[in-house]
């Protein structure tokens, strides 16, 4: 296993799959990975020739008020699961890596950055979006992948691959879900059993709402309407959205964890 701490590091070690023609597949995570991770790492060894992962728990993504100290780091484990997984490169850039002294560059998504999730955390957009334009330069993958999980998210990618004319395809891939329906976080191992619980009212909300949807009625009515129940929740926002097709999308909070997940209205 390859653990590169340096973007020069990078380009060096890739440079010779790149003279070869092997296609570059990356996937940016911020690590403690789950089955979600290892479900985007599989569609990239399926597909390309040369698999990097980038793990960076990006400081810029966080307001100030959240869970950045605390957010769970795993950089073995991470490491053994990758390994294991038929990956020989991990990307783990130093904060100083990917914002040196000075640094004041930003990508901003503009409309799309300031709804939802954008609305809620101010700023988070612009974070996601510079970090994944600077992992993109640095790695120059021919693909890279990413969670339905984050729709918004993946949408506000893909804007940023077409404004500023990226070389690279963008590719979602389902959320993965435990069997209860709960869709795997990193952030779900903040949950107590109770807390987890209450947690299933979300995807079940969601659900409800693609129901009525499909007969015709108001998702976001129905959506809310099972939310309201669930005692000890509270709803940042429940909305309808075209985030790469029309899209359920909720976030809740529970106690002082904060879980989203979403619903295609198409599948
Ligand atoms: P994170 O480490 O939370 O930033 O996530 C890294 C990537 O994994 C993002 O593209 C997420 O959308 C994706 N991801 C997170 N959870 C899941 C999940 N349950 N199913 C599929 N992809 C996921």
Not at 133 to 139: A, M, S
Not at 202 to 223: C, I, K, M, N, Y
């Amino acid at each position: 296993m390859k653990l590169l701490r340096s973007g020069a590091e990078v380009r060096e070690t890739l440079a010779a799959d790149r003279a070869g023609g092997r296609s570059i597949g990356l996937v940016p995570t911020m690590g403690a990975f789950h089955a979600g991770h290892l479900s985007l790492i599989a569609a990239s060894v399926a597909r390309d020739d040369v698999t990097v992962i980038s793990l960076f728990v990006n400081p810029a993504q966080f307001g100030p008020s959240e869970d950045l100290a605390r957010y769970p780091r795993d950089e073995a484990g991470d490491a053994a699961a990758a390994e294991a997984a038929g990956v020989g490169m991990l990307f783990v850039p130093t904060v100083d890596e990917i914002y040196p002294p000075g640094f004041d560059t930003w990508v901003d998504p503009g409309e799309l950055g300031t709804v939802l999730e954008g609305a809620v955390r101010p700023g988070h957009f612009r974070g996601v979006a510079t970090v994944c334009t600077k992992l993109f330069e640095i790695v120059q993958p021919d693909r890279a992948y990413f969670g339905r999980k984050d729709a918004q998210q993946d949408a506000v990618v893909k804007q940023v691959v077409r404004d500023l004319a990226l070389p690279l395809e963008i590719v979602a891939c389902p959320t993965v879900r435990d069997p209860d329906g709960l869709a795997l976080s990193s952030r779900n191992a903040y949950l107590t059993p109770e807390e987890r619980d209450l947690a299933l009212a979300l995807p079940r909300a969601l659900q409800a709402g693609a129901t009525t949807h499909r007969s015709g009625g108001d998702a976001e009515s129905a959506a809310r309407e099972i939310l309201a129940a669930a005692d000890g929740l509270e709803v940042d926002y429940v909305a309808l959205a075209d985030l790469d097709g029309p899209t359920l999308a909720g976030a809740v909070r529970i106690g002082s964890t904060r879980l989203i997940d979403n619903i295609r209205l198409e599948d």
